[in-house]
Each structure stands twice: as structure tokens, then as C-alpha cells.
């Protein structure tokens, strides 16, 4: 049985960045907040899981300046793992909680090329899951998604439900991932046949 917990989702002010290093800002920002809403929410029962909201790494300056893709890609996005990752792992180990957060990434196979990744660490400090968002807010959202993509998506990952929707088996339950606007799109998909 799992026990009860809390979790808590954390409302940062963030930064846009416009650099990878800019990003160093709102980590530290969001390390002081989550201390402050892990002490606050810690009372009666556990804080296991604290949520980082979409946006709050890098702000959204890709959409809101139209910077070119293939720069931000390569000036802007992160790798997952990276030090970004890094330093979110530092907080989950700090409060012995899981936390989720989301990112504007890279792919090793596509370095021009950056997805809106959804991901969760666990209290060690491993990434336990990556979720590649499917559907963005369009005309706006400039990331890539699995389906456009989607030949080499399938052919690396596979045409399995688990392959666009990964969840993660862990100690406070089962995780998954949906971002803004996935909600939004009916499932027609292959995987999902």
C-alpha cells in the first residue's frame, strides 16, 4: 500500500531565457520556493512530489520572440540529462521527493531540432520518466513532436501506447506526464488502435 503524501505544485515567477546559462536563474529561484513550500506542506503529511509547472525552466521566449528553431535548439534548449536535470535531482534529493518538471529539450538524434519534454526524478536522483509532448498550442508552440516524426519515432521507439504516453512505476504510484493542450486532442493515433 502506498502510503498518504502531499503533493505540492509549485507557481514560480520565471524568466525568459535567451541563453542556455539564463536558465541558472529560475533553477535558483525554484530551489528556494520549493524549500519554502515543502516546509509549509510538510506538516501532517509528507511531501513526496512537487510539481514544476510548464514554462518555468526557460520561460517562452522561443514562441513569444520567434526566435529562429534551429538556434534555440542549439542556444536555449537543454539535454535531459544535463545540469539542468542536475540541479531539479539536487531538490528532489534535498526533500527526498519526487519531482516532475518540463523542459524545451534536445534529442541526442536531432541536435537542430527541440521537443517540449514532460519528466519526472526521483528521490535518488534518477530520471524515471521522459514524456515527448504530442500536441502543442499551435500556430505558437514551436517545438517538435513525436509525429512530426513520426517514421523515425515509431522506428526507435516503437508504435505501443507506452512509446507516446510513458508512465513510471514508483514508490508513490504510478507517473505520467500531459502538458498543456494534450487534453485537447482526441486520441487517433496509431498506438492508440
Not at 14 to 43: P, Q, S, T, Y
Not at 87 to 106: C, D, N, P, S, T
Not at 131 to 141: A, D, R
Amino acid at each position: 500500500m502506498i502510503e498518504p503524501y502531499t503533493a505540492v505544485g509549485l507557481i514560480p515567477t520565471f524568466w525568459g531565457a535567451r541563453r542556455r546559462e539564463d536558465i541558472g536563474k529560475n533553477l535558483e529561484h525554484l530551489r528556494h520556493l520549493a524549500k519554502a513550500a515543502v516546509m509549509l506542506c510538510n506538516l501532517d503529511i509528507p511531501v513526496r512530489l512537487i510539481a514544476i509547472p510548464e514554462g518555468a525552466l526557460q520561460g517562452f521566449n522561443d514562441e513569444v520572440m520567434d526566435v529562429d528553431h534551429a538556434d534555440y535548439a542549439r542556444n536555449c534548449a537543454i539535454d535531459i540529462p544535463g545540469p539542468e536535470t542536475d540541479a531539479l535531482a539536487g531538490i528532489a534529493h534535498a526533500h527526498r521527493a519526487f519531482v516532475m518538471a518540463e523542459a524545451k529539450a534536445r534529442h541526442p538524434d536531432w541536435p537542430d531540432l527541440f521537443f517540449n519534454v514532460g519528466f519526472a526524478i526521483d528521490p535518488d536522483g534518477a530520471l524515471v520518466l521522459q514524456h515527448y509532448k504530442l500536441s502543442g498550442l499551435l500556430p505558437y508552440e514551436r517545438s517538435v513532436s513525436p509525429h512530426d516524426l513520426y517514421d523515425w519515432w515509431v522506428a526507435r521507439y516503437g508504435r505501443t501506447l507506452s512509446a507516446f504516453w510513458p508512465v513510471a512505476e514508483t514508490s508513490i504510484g504510478r507517473l505520467g506526464v500531459m502538458m498543456a493542450m494534450e487534453g485537447n486532442t482526441p486520441r487517433t493515433d496509431a498506438a492508440s488502435r
